[in-house]
């Protein structure tokens, strides 16, 4: 199926998230996957415990290397860190408009580490989020988005709403956060407003989920698929990626990103 995936995002030692989560996601749903690293960290399932960023040039630098040569069918970024490296990002990006771009906004690891500056968030919302196909908020980070709570589906459709009032071209609000048995995220986009369900899968072995999402959702885009069934599909492969995840660690542990190798490779 093939399909350029460029994702800019700090790298994960642990293996569960960041980088390495998106480029297991991208391989494992036949695209090709390349990266523009943010910054460094040391992490494991239980916390986060080192950040080392990456100089903005030096981020500019990755990416132009890999578009100047190589191409990119669609773009994902996660973890930004500063307002100088989202202006870089933006800058970057801006120059190729017509390519998806999945904007996944990274604020905090599942440990509680902050990922993004207190003064890089009016930088994501005026200089990325016009940038963005869709952007993949869970509920924590859409409520610092319109600084409101959100407490069941009414409110996450609503804040998808402002959010695309607010320059994104399509919104997808993660409802994981919210209490129940039944998980349901909504998507808001232009003429579309649909919540997509499934019973909660009961693990503790989610570290990596939005990152896996959203990198999902870029290699779909980037293979040709609408936005909606990019959705679905991404949908579906992290449900299967946390149902067969191999248990690892003491906290919160990765996924099974090699699901669908492993589907293809039994036929």
């Avoid at 994960?12 to 980088?19: F, K, P, Q, R, V």
């Avoid at 391989?27 to 990456?54: D, S």
């Avoid at 071209?169 to 997509?196: M, R, W, Y």
């Amino acid at each position: 199926m093939q399909g350029r995936v460029l994702s800019i995002a700090g790298s994960d030692s642990g293996g569960g998230a960041g980088i390495q989560a998106d480029l297991k996601t991208v391989t494992a749903l036949g695209g090709f996957a390349m990266t523009a690293v943010t910054a460094l960290t040391a992490q494991n399932t239980v916390g986060v415990f080192g950040v080392v960023e990456t100089p903005p040039e030096f981020l500019r630098t990755q990416i132009r290397c890999v578009l100047d040569d190589i191409g990119t069918d669609a773009f994902k970024s996660g973890m930004l860190g500063g307002a100088d490296k989202i202006a870089v990002v933006a800058e970057e990006i801006a120059a190729y408009r017509t390519v998806p771009f999945v904007l996944d906004p990274v604020m905090i690891a599942k440990g509680g580490a902050a990922l993004l500056h207190d003064n890089a968030v009016d930088a994501l919302i005026g200089a990325l989020m016009p940038l963005a196909t869709v952007i993949t908020p869970n509920i924590p980070e859409a409520e610092r988005l319109i600084g409101r709570r959100i407490v069941d589906e009414r409110d996450m459709a609503e804040a998808g709403r402002q959010l695309r009032a607010l320059g994104a071209s399509a919104v997808l609000v993660k409802g994981g956060h919210l209490p129940g048995t039944i998980l349901t995220d909504v998507l808001i986009a232009d003429g579309v407003e649909e919540a997509f369900t499934a019973p909660r899968i009961e693990t503790r072995h989610t570290h990596g989920t939005g990152c896996t999402l959203a990198s999902a959702i870029a290699t779909r885009l980037a293979q040709g698929r609408s936005l909606r069934d990019a959705v679905v599909d991404a949908r579906a492969y992290l449900r299967a990626a946390i149902e067969s995840a191999p248990g690892y660690g003491a906290g919160a542990g990765p996924l099974n990103h090699g699901v669908a190798i492993t589907e293809i490779a039994c036929g």
